[in-house]
């Protein structure tokens, strides 16, 4: 049961995007198209759960342990940043299209703080591993939601005719206020 509530409320409830706007960047940055949404999830799911063990393991085992935990914020932006190198050389192996498409946002995945906020998050809230990948795994798909529905959205407006001057930016930040408030339905549920 407790599995089920932190995955509803990192989904929903306490989406990082929509309720605790962390991610913001990607969220506005790389909205534009839904495949472009999708890629930039994946690899953020990717990089958040993996950073999340890598970081759990070493506040427990060497942060703790050996009393040096006002390390803990720059030792994790360092395992973020080495991670994000690791998904930027297996992207540009596997799929140059999708690392093309990416851009100058890939390598922004490194300073996106829903990345390192989740793993201060998870030591923060005294999870163990399972319950800290099960959290770190559904932040994950929250942010993925926000941004795939979000570059739906931006994709509809393009078609939209609009006044000029709320066309493009201005209707994508509306767009986005009303998604972050209909998010907040979901308040209360868990």
Not at 60 to 66: E, G, Q, R, T, V
Request: aromatic share 10%; charged share 10%.
């Amino acid at each position: 049961m407790n599995y089920i509530i932190i995955i509803i409320s990192a989904i929903f409830v306490n989406n990082v995007v929509l309720a605790q706007f962390l991610g913001i960047c990607p969220f506005l940055g790389v909205s534009k198209k839904v495949s472009t949404a999708v890629g930039m999830s994946s690899a953020v799911t990717f990089v958040m759960i993996l950073a999340t063990i890598v970081t759990y393991l070493l506040q427990k085992y060497i942060l703790d342990p050996f009393g040096i935990g006002f390390m803990q914020t720059i030792t994790f932006i360092l395992i973020i940043a080495a991670l994000v190198q690791l998904v930027e050389i297996i992207l540009k192996k596997v799929s140059p299209a999708m690392y093309q498409a990416l851009g100058v946002f890939l390598p922004l995945i490194t300073t996106n703080c829903a990345i390192l906020g989740v793993a201060i998050l998870t030591i923060q809230k005294d999870y163990d591993l399972l319950e800290a990948v099960v959290f770190s795994g559904s932040t994950a798909i929250g942010f993925g939601l926000a941004l795939v529905i979000f570059a739906g959205l931006r994709e509809h407006l393009d078609l939209v005719d609009l006044p000029k001057g709320i066309k493009g930016t201005p209707a994508a930040l509306i767009v986005a206020g009303l998604l972050a408030m209909a998010f907040m339905g979901f308040t209360g549920i868990v």
